[in-house]
């Protein structure tokens, strides 16, 4: 069994920074991974990829948060940052990190939200 938590989300003035944090733990927690990375969702969205970080150190990003998040963290040791920057009200969500197998079955924290206030 594998749990991701998440921690870090809160309410946060325009333009402000948050940083987000995920780590896995469970006695399922070896095995070979892709990757590790966050998405969200607003109200009445669908959930959205934000950032990715692969076992190979590569990351990519969506398009509305370049620039302003940066992804890090250390596949192996089953940890994921999230570094928000220059936060704006349209990035208001829950942030659900997720680790994704070499088999490719994802596991999911809970979710944290996220406000930025205006």
């Known amino acids: 069994q594998v749990q991701l938590v998440e921690s870090g989300g809160g309410l946060v003035q325009a333009g402000g920074s948050l940083r987000l944090s995920c780590a896995a733990s469970?006695?399922?927690?070896?095995?070979?991974?892709?990757?590790m990375g966050w998405y969200r969702q607003a109200p009445g969205k669908q959930r959205e990829l934000v950032a990715v970080?692969?076992?190979?150190?590569?990351?990519n990003y969506a398009d509305s948060v370049k620039g302003r998040f940066t992804i890090s963290g250390d596949n192996n040791k089953r940890t994921v940052y999230l570094q928000m920057n220059s936060l704006i009200t349209e990035d208001t969500a829950v942030y659900y990190c997720?680790?994704?197998?070499?088999?490719?079955?994802?596991?999911w924290g809970q979710g944290t939200q996220v406000t930025v206030s205006s």
């Open positions: 970080l692969s076992t190979g150190g590569s990351t």
């Open positions: 997720y680790a994704e197998r070499d088999t490719g079955y994802r596991y």
């Open positions: 469970g006695s399922g927690t070896i095995f070979s991974m892709n990757g």
